[in-house]
């Protein structure tokens, strides 16, 4: 039997699914929301329902995009919009959150396209669930000349980098496939890089 009152027990298992966040922390970010006033708490909810309706994936690179709330059918993200970006290079990342890193630098002027994660066989995600396929499709529909393999310096993200590199030459032997250079530690994770480090590695990247 649960020590809290039900609804707070809810609360809190649901918290404790969130990443990173274990079963103290979902205790204490609880309590915090039992003393927050209600208005506050009550734009907390709405801004999460809100972000739920409006936020979906952009249908060119599948980063982050916005909508009008009411439909989300051919969306592009404001960066796939913006037509400043150099046309031509392609800067392949796991997740939207690498996005934010790598314009974090400032030297990337490029398009990005995401993955939407990495080859894990243990959970049973293979190539086939990443966005490898729209991948290739952009290589001749956008006339990409080169593409930078920006995942993880981890072994998950190596592994995809390699995966990513030789698809690529299969179907499209004539783009350039380069992965960011060393500078980034092994094992972690792009959106903890600094700006400078994940900025020279961008500008040291290596043929795969």
Do not use: W
């Not at 592009?76 to 934010?100: F, H, M, N, S």
């Not at 993200?157 to 499209?172: D, F, H, I, P, Q």
């Amino acid at each position: 039997m649960s020590v809290y009152a039900q609804s707070v027990q809810t609360l809190i298992d649901e918290l404790g699914r969130l990443p990173g966040v274990g079963p103290k922390s979902a205790q204490r970010i609880a309590y915090h929301l039992l003393r927050l006033p209600a208005e506050d708490a009550r734009r907390l909810s709405e801004s999460i329902d809100e972000v739920k309706r409006r936020i979906t994936f952009c249908r060119r690179c599948f980063d982050i995009a916005e909508t009008d709330g009411t439909h989300d059918a051919g969306v592009e993200c404001g960066l796939c919009q913006d037509a400043r970006r150099e046309d031509g290079v392609l800067c392949v990342v796991e997740e939207p959150k690498d996005v934010i890193a790598v314009e974090k630098t400032g030297r990337f002027k490029g398009r990005y396209h995401v993955l939407q994660g990495h080859l894990d066989p243990i959970r049973g995600v293979g190539g086939e669930q990443l966005r490898v396929g729209e991948l290739i499709k952009r290589i001749g529909a956008e006339s990409i000349t080169e593409v930078i393999v920006c995942t993880n310096p981890n072994i998950e993200g190596e592994a995809t980098a390699l995966y990513v590199a030789k698809e690529l030459r299969e179907r499209n032997a004539d783009v350039k496939v380069t992965r960011i250079a060393s500078g980034l530690p092994v094992g972690g994770d792009l959106e903890y890089a600094d700006e400078l480090t994940l900025g020279r590695a961008l500008e040291g990247r290596v043929n795969l």
